[in-house]
Structure formats: structure tokens, C-alpha cells
């Protein structure tokens, strides 16, 4: 397991722009898979968006698909999420997850190393 720390998170207008970062000491991190989810008060925790670490193929929701960016940078062992074109429905707390097997990205299980979160809220 990789010990996981996001940033970037806060209040932000619809229409604008947010990076979240998710940073791992361990350079190990760099041949991990890693996620990113979010959960919105009174619903379940979704998949937002992947990035594989052999290949670098990325995977996104419906809902982020052409808005929001997934990508890594193992010189600084860090994996960003860059949200662009924000609606008032993205609000919610966003956690990375990482792990060095995933078959089926879209699910939470599939992933042991998860972040403290960060909270995203975006204002209409």
C-alpha cells in the first residue's frame, strides 16, 4: 500500500476550473493504477476517473467525460485531476485511490490505498 495525500480542493463558481493533486511518498506509486472518486452528502461514493500505470490509458465517467482531466507525473509522484467547466452537480468530497492490480477500474474494491479526501463545492 501507498500512503495518499490530496490537495487542491475548495469554492469555486460554476464555470470554473479546479487541479486536484494526489500525492505518495513511496515511489512504488508510479506503477500503481490510480483513481479518482467522489461522494456527494446522502449518495454513494462514484467513480470520477483512472490512469493506469503501465500504459497510461485514462478512463472517465459519463458525467466527466471531455471536462475533466486525468494524469500523472512520476518524476513528482503525483496524479492530478484537472476539472474544468464545473457544475453545481460535482460538488462533493474527492478521494484518490491507487493500487498496483486493478481489473475493473469503475469499482471502489479494487483499489487498497485511498486519500483522506478533499472537498470540492461548487457554487451555481
Known amino acids: 500500500q501507498v500512503h495518499l495525500v490530496e490537495s487542491g480542493g475548495g469554492l469555486v463558481q460554476a464555470g470554473d476550473s479546479l487541479r486536484l493533486s494526489c500525492a505518495a511518498s513511496e515511489r512504488t506509486f508510479s506503477t500503481y493504477t490510480t483513481g479518482w472518486f467522489r461522494q456527494a452528502p446522502g449518495k454513494e461514493r462514484e467513480f470520477v476517473a483512472a490512469?493506469?500505470?503501465?500504459?497510461?490509458?485514462?478512463y472517465y465517467s459519463a458525467s466527466v467525460k471531455g471536462r475533466f482531466t486525468i494524469s500523472r507525473d512520476n518524476a513528482k509522484n503525483t496524479v492530478y485531476l484537472q476539472m474544468n467547466s464545473l457544475k453545481p452537480e460535482d460538488t462533493a468530497v474527492y478521494y484518490c485511490?491507487?493500487?498496483?492490480?486493478?481489473?475493473?477500474?469503475?469499482?471502489?474494491?479494487?483499489?487498497?490505498?485511498w486519500g483522506q479526501g478533499t472537498q470540492v463545492t461548487v457554487s451555481s
Open positions: 490512469i493506469n500505470w503501465s500504459e497510461g490509458n485514462t
Open positions: 485511490a491507487a493500487n498496483p492490480n486493478v481489473r475493473h477500474y469503475l469499482y471502489a474494491y479494487e483499489y487498497r490505498s
